[in-house]
């Protein structure tokens, strides 16, 4: 069974989709940025500000290098597609979903967490999430194996076209029963 990441900005649905794929088919998932928390027992924006961004990179390396194993699930933190090292990484061990959205989407998704971000938290507005999105995009789509558009979709939506993915990626069959 093959590895599978979920790569897209912040505030696409990284966590909660790779969460929900994991639970159904009951196989690992790993949040690099909830473990770096737990690695650290520190905020995200404590470690940006105690310790730098070059070294909060350094924990997303790290992590990709020593935790991951074959057959897990993993949300990726927003910019760990922007190392060239970590692209490689990637591809080599396993196959992206790519959970595309607009800014305007992502303006919605964040507008009660943004201040947990340490790159959006002084500056938050859709102009600079369209800026970052720019910015990543080309990042994003080169990781891609498949996207999934999340604009004016369903949680549930971008579920199942999350986990048909997966399954087809590990070539598990399913069928439907109709009584």
């Known amino acids: 069974m093959g590895t599978v990441y979920i790569t897209g900005y912040s505030g696409v649905g990284k966590s909660m989709i790779g969460r929900l794929i994991a639970s159904r088919k009951e196989v690992a998932f790993l949040d690099t940025n909830k473990r770096i928390v737990e690695k650290e027992n520190k905020t995200i924006n404590d470690i940006y500000l105690d310790d730098g961004e070059e070294y909060f990179h350094k924990l997303e390396k790290d992590i990709l290098k020593n935790e991951i194993k074959p057959g897990m699930i ?9 190392d060239e090292e970590n ?7 396993g196959k992206v979903i790519y959970l595309r959205a607009k800014a305007d989407t992502i303006y919605k998704n964040l507008t009660d967490s943004y201040e947990k971000r340490p790159y959006l ?7 600079t999430l369209e800026q970052k999105l ?19 979709k369903t949680v549930s939506s971008i579920f199942k076209e999350s986990l ?6 590990n070539k598990i069959k ?4 109709i009584k």
């Open 164 to 169: 048909a993915i997966y399954n087809y990626e």
């Open 121 to 127: 938290k002084n500056n938050f507005s859709i102009f």
């Open 134 to 152: 720019e910015e990543m995009r080309p990042y994003y789509e080169e990781l891609a194996n498949y996207i999934v558009d999340i604009d004016d």
């Open 74 to 82: 993993i949300s990726l933190g927003a910019n760990i597609p922007k």
């Open 87 to 93: 692209r490689i990484l990637i591809k080599k061990s």
């Open 174 to 177: 399913y069928h439907i029963y």
